[in-house]
Each structure stands twice: as C-alpha cells, then as structure tokens.
C-alpha cells in the first residue's frame, strides 16, 4: 500500500533553533518528493520538489535530503523564526500518469516560541 | 505565489442547505482538483478536472459534484448539506515545471474553504 508517514507528528522549538523533519514513504514507482509549508487556514506552499536523482535542494533557510534506497526523506530548517510555525507536509508522487498521482503525509505541527 | 482564489473562506450552514464553494484561478491551467482536508490528516482528493467539460471523481468517495464550464472557474457543490461535510476543502491547480531529468505538475492550491455544518 503506498503510504507516507511523517514524524514528528508535532515539535515544538525555540526561535533561532534548528529542526529537522522526516518523511518516510513506500510509494512505488517513485516520481518526486515534495515538502509544503501549510500555515494555519491556508493552502500548501511549495518549498521544494526533489526526483530520485537529487540527493539535497535548498530554498533558503529550507534543506530537503532524499534517499531513493532507503525511501527516507528529511527537511532541516536552520535558525527557525516565529514565522516558520506551520504544518509541513510530505508528498510523494508516482510515475502511474499524467496526473502524478500525489500521497499525502499527515504533516509536522511545527511551533516556534520566541 | 499563485492566482487561485476561493470563496467563502469560511461558511456556517445548517443541515440540509444546498451550498457551492467556488474556486477559480487566473493562470489558465487546465488540471484542477478539491481536495478535503480534516484538522491533523492528511489531503484527500475528491474530485479533479482536466479541462472544460472533464470531471473526474477522486480517491475518496464524496457527496459533492463539480462542474467546469470555464477553464478558469471549478466549483463544488454539496446539494444537502451534512454534519459529516464539515472539513476544510481546497482547491489546485497545476503547471508543469522543469525538474532534474523532466518535467512534474507543480501544484497550486488555494486559501481553503472552512466549512461548518451543524
């Protein structure tokens, strides 16, 4: 059954910390990963979109890893803001069709307290 | 950030009211989908569109239609009203975008839509 399971399922740091969040999937075959920024009442961002053949991609204080073997996928944010606080979602697409049929993870719950 | 507007953003109706929420972007994509999405869960599809006249139902069942008369335009309609609707539905969009070794469908979503039944 492809699925992507997120942990942790909430985090709560201080501003100016780093964290990192972890994404692990069984989604077969393998298209691209994807992290988005969901902030509370609003739709998901698109931070960044990795294929099996990128192995990190930065948007600024945003670092997505993937590794294709182990199906493991992380997002490290560096020196967090009060703005970070947000749900951050994991999404796998496959190769099915056109469509890119997408999984969702359930998301992070990051909170960042000043 | 993209051009994808949803109205009302919030909405509290009572059981059995006939309701469309109404979702239209600027972008000319042809793909549109509504997900629904309960508080902690993940995204699930419940309808999608590829172009005027073509809907599609998604992965999980819904008592909702859609329709697409205008490329620009993909409202949802619950034609009853429920308690068990209540949930926040989004509306995409999608663009191809150049990755490494291709291209993908970047997906756009909109602010959502907060609906309450009660």
């Known amino acids: 059954k492809n699925q992507v399971e997120q942990s942790p399922q909430s985090l709560i740091i201080l501003e100016g910390k780093n964290c990192t969040l972890q994404?692990?999937?069984?989604?077969?075959?393998?298209?691209?990963l994807r992290w988005y920024k969901q902030d509370t009442g609003r739709g998901p961002v698109s931070l960044t979109i990795?294929?099996?053949?990128?192995n990190t991609k930065s948007n600024g204080r945003y670092t997505a890893t993937l590794d294709a073997d182990t199906k493991q996928s992380s997002l490290h944010i560096t020196a967090s803001q009060l703005s970070d606080s947000a749900s951050y979602i994991c999404v796998v697409s496959d190769r099915g069709s056109t469509l890119g049929r997408l999984y969702f993870g359930r998301g992070t719950q990051l909170t960042v307290w000043p | 950030e993209a051009d994808i507007y949803q109205t009302p953003r919030y909405l509290v109706i009572g059981t059995g009211k006939k309701i469309t929420l109404e979702c239209s972007q600027t972008m000319g994509h042809d793909k549109m989908y509504w997900y629904q999405q309960d508080p902690g869960m993940e995204l699930h599809l419940i309808h999608y569109?590829?172009?005027?006249?073509?809907?599609e139902k998604g992965d999980l069942s819904s008592e909702s239609t859609v329709s697409r008369i205008r490329t620009e335009h993909f409202p949802l309609t619950l034609e009853s009203a429920r308690p068990s609707h209540t949930s926040q539905y989004l509306c995409a969009s999608t663009a191809a975008t150049l990755i490494a070794g291709g291209a993908t469908y970047e997906q756009y979503f909109g602010p959502g839509t907060r609906l309450t039944v009660t």
């Open positions: 994404c692990n999937y069984t989604v077969s075959p393998f298209s691209n």
């Open positions: 990795m294929t099996f053949s990128e």
């Open positions: 569109s590829y172009g005027v006249n073509s809907t």
